[in-house]
Each structure stands twice: as C-alpha cells, then as structure tokens.
C-alpha cells in the first residue's frame, strides 16, 4: 500500500521490483511507517514509538546494507536478473498496441462497411430514377443488370415494373448480354421515329415538292387548314433519289405510305391511262392494226 500511495502504481506491478529497487523500498517503507503512525497516536506514545523506530531503523540499515552487498554481488555474476522485468514490460507494451491497431481496425472496418452501404443505397435510388424515365424498351433493358441471384419477383419489386417486363429482362441477360438491345419478335422490325422523319422531311424539301400557286388549294387536317404541296416528279423518281441518300432505308411501299397527306402528286402516269390503253385487248387489237399499217 506505502508503494501504492506513494508512486500512484498499480497492485500488479510491485511484485516486478528489481532487488535493489525492492531492498530500498523496504528500507523507505520501515522508515516511514513508524512516523505516520507517531503522527496519529499520544505525544508520550510518539516518544516511544521514535526511541523503538531508531532502534529499529539501526537494526535495518545493518541489514539493509548486508542485503545490498549481496544483492550487487548477485548482480554482477547474474547481469540479466532484471530480464524478466524488460520482458514483462514489453510484452504489455506489445499488448496494448496491439489492442490499440485491433480497436483502429474495427473502427476503420465500420467506416467502410457504411461508406459501401451509403453507395448501394445511392446507387439503388439513381437506378430507380433512370428507370422511371426511361421508355419500356430502356426499362428492360436496366433491368437485365439486376444481380443473377434475383428472380423474376424480387426483380420486379425493386424497379415496380411490369410482370412482362421482369419476364423480358430474365430472357434478355438468358439469352444476351447485359445491357443489350430487346429486339422485337413479332416479324416484321417496325421503323424508328428517325426514319420516319426523314422520309417527311425529304418530301417537303425544296425540288422535290414545292407549294400550289393557288392560295386557296389548302385542306383540312386536324381541322387545321394546310396549304397543299405538288411533287415536282414522280413517286418512283423521288424514291430513287431518297434511296440514293438512305440506301435500304425503306421500301417503295413504305415511301409511298408514309408520304403526307397535303403532298399531292401533279405529274403525269408513267403508263398511259386512257381506255384503249387500260384494255389489253384493245392495246393487242390496235398493236396489230398498226403493223399491218
């Protein structure tokens, strides 16, 4: 307890004294406890007690030096006597950082585990936001990187799509990659928006259709007055030239179907449509006629 009180040490560390340290110790403690004690007791007691405690302190120095004497005799054959002392100390030192590096580790994997979590929510969200506005097509297709442990259910309850589009989405990363294009299996592939545009734009084009010099030639669409265009060539002229610009693009049938209503075609037929000409029989009837001519 003197060691205690003194030096503000630990019970578990007085038993790693070095004998010199231990002897002197010793020695202080003998001194010291016959004068607290003479501090709290009678003044004739504190008399007593201080002729007992020189007699006594006489007596221990004696033996307090021969102690000494052996003890730096013992230390001199025997220099690593404080080893286990140096030992002892490391390994708590060894110990502590340990438990410190251990306390740093957790705290820094905790960090990291809500910086990932943080991110996949994040992630999640944007995910969600991308889908509702993209179109159906665009909507299968970011539901085909859902992770391949997910089902048809839990992927249509993360994105709240439609069953058929968590259906498609399964069959798309079955069948292709990820993030790919979902193609149209009904037959026939059905234009883009672009290429019907195009082929609108091309008709109103200046040199292949131009405006009706009649200012009142104008029909009705949407109960909207639009002022009538005449082509400047035949349908089959003009498909030639927007099949020179888009090779492939579109069929004549197609061109010819998509071609708007206000556009009128002014040319003359290709083929002669009078009535001799409509009947094949005629046409044969008057060839013959004119050989013989």
Same mark, same amino acid.
């Given at each position: ?15 790693? &004294? ?21 501090? $709290?007791? =009678? ?12 007699? +006594?302190? =006489? ?9 000494? $004497? ?7 054959? =025997?220099? &690593? ?12 030192? =060894? ?19 809500? +910086?990932?979590?943080?991110? &996949? ?25 859902? !992770? ?26 079955? $069948? ?5 294009? !979902? ?30 010099? $009649? ?9 909207? !007055?639009?002022?009538? %265009? ?16 888009? !090779? ?10 998509? %071609? ?8 003359? +037929? ?6 001799? +000409? ?5 046409? &044969? ?9």
């Amino acid at each position: 307890m003197f060691l205690i009180s003194r030096y503000d040490a630990a019970d578990d560390r007085i038993r790693w &004294l070095c004998p010199r340290c231990h002897a002197f110790e010793w020695k202080e403690t003998m001194t010291r406890q016959p004068m607290e004690l003479s501090d $709290n007791g =009678n003044p004739s007691e504190d008399e007593a007690m201080a002729e007992d405690s020189s007699v +006594h302190d =006489n007596e221990n120095d004696d033996d307090v030096n021969v102690e000494f $004497n052996d003890l730096n005799e013992e230390e001199e054959q =025997n220099p &690593l006597m404080d080893s286990g002392i140096i030992v002892e100390s490391k390994d708590d030192d =060894n110990n502590l950082s340990c438990m410190d590096d251990q306390t740093a580790d957790h705290e820094s994997m905790d960090e990291e585990t809500d +910086h990932v979590s943080y991110k &996949l929510e994040y992630q999640k969200d944007k995910s969600k936001k991308l889908f509702a506005e993209s179109d159906a097509d665009e909507q299968v297709r970011l539901m085909a990187i859902a !992770p391949k442990e997910w089902g048809r259910q839990k992927n249509r309850k993360m994105f709240q799509s439609k069953p058929n589009q968590a259906r498609r989405s399964l069959v798309l990363r079955k $069948n292709k990659e990820m993030l790919a294009y !979902p193609q149209c299996l009904r037959g026939n592939i059905p234009l883009s928006d672009v290429t019907i545009d195009s082929v609108v734009k091309f008709y109103y084009e200046d040199g292949i259709s131009q405006s009706s010099s $009649n200012s009142k030639d104008a029909i009705k669409i949407n109960r909207q !007055p639009v002022a009538v %265009r005449l082509l400047e060539m035949t349908a089959l002229d003009a498909y030639r030239i927007f099949n020179e610009r888009f !090779p492939g693009a579109v069929a004549k049938s197609t061109f010819t179907t998509l %071609r708007p209503r206000e556009v009128k075609i002014a040319t003359p +037929h290709d083929t002669c449509m009078c009535i001799t +000409h409509e009947n094949m029989d005629l046409l &044969l009837k008057v060839c013959v006629d004119c050989i013989w001519i």
